[in-house]
Nanobody, 116 residues
Framework: QVQLVESGGGLVQPGGSLRLSCAASGSIFRVDVMGWYRQAPGKQRELVATITRDSSTTYADSVKGRFTISRDNTKNTVYLQMNSLNPEDTAVYYC??????????WGQGTQVTVSS
C-alpha cells in the first residue's frame, strides 16, 4: 500500500517562506513526474509545479520566481520551497506522483495559510 505523506504546512505571515515535503511510503514503482497542486476554498484544484525524473520543471505563472520544486529520487520525495508568500497562496496543498506504469498517487493535503 503506497501512501504519500506530506509535511511542512502551517501559518505564515505575508512575505514569509515555507518548505513542503512529500515522501512515499511503501513499495512504489519508478516515479516519472512529481507535482504539487493546491485548492483554495471555493476554487478548483490547480497545478502549482511539476518536476520530471530528470528534473525538468514547470510552474504556474502565479508562482514563478517565488516557488521552487525539487526532488530526491533516492528517497522518493518531492519538495516545494515557497518564498514571498502572499494571502492568495492560502490553500490546501497536495502532492502527486505518477509512475512509469501509469499509476497516480495523491497526498492527503497540507494546509498553508498566509495571514498577518
Amino acid at each position: 500500500q503506497v501512501q504519500l505523506v506530506e509535511s511542512g504546512g502551517g501559518l505564515v505571515q505575508p512575505g514569509g517562506s515555507l518548505r513542503l515535503s512529500c515522501a512515499a511510503s511503501g513499495s512504489i514503482f519508478r516515479v516519472d513526474v512529481m507535482g504539487w497542486y493546491r485548492q483554495a476554498p471555493g476554487k478548483q484544484r490547480e497545478l502549482v509545479a511539476t518536476i520530471t525524473r530528470d528534473s525538468s520543471t514547470t510552474y504556474a505563472d502565479s508562482v514563478k520566481g517565488r516557488f521552487t520544486i525539487s526532488r530526491d529520487n533516492t528517497k522518493n520525495t518531492v519538495y516545494l520551497q515557497m518564498n514571498s508568500l502572499n494571502p492568495e497562496d492560502t490553500a490546501v496543498y497536495y502532492c502527486n506522483f505518477n509512475t512509469y506504469l501509469g499509476q497516480a498517487y495523491w497526498g492527503q493535503g497540507t494546509q498553508v495559510t498566509v495571514s498577518s
